[in-house]
């Protein structure tokens, strides 16, 4: 596989990962939630995790 359609391949990944994780559904008493998450019971972690979404997210909008 070349690099080209590696980084494209990752590209498409990527943005599959933030539309799920950024889906939200309203549930029967009326109350928006995310159903998709990612955490760590870790607080160190989770800080760095959020972190690194953010600047995931931020790199994919950037890209495109």
């Known amino acids: ?3 080209k359609s590696k980084c494209d391949q990752y590209d498409v990944l990527v943005k599959e990962l933030f539309v799920l994780l ?6 029967a008493e ?5 159903p998709n998450v990612i955490r760590s019971c870790r ?22």
């Open 1 to 3: 596989m070349s690099l």
């Open 22 to 27: 950024d889906k939200t559904e309203e549930s």
């Open 30 to 34: 009326g109350r928006v939630f995310r």
């Open 43 to 64: 607080a160190l972690d989770t800080e760095k995790l959020e972190k690194v979404l953010v600047a995931l997210k931020n790199t994919m909008e950037d890209k495109g």
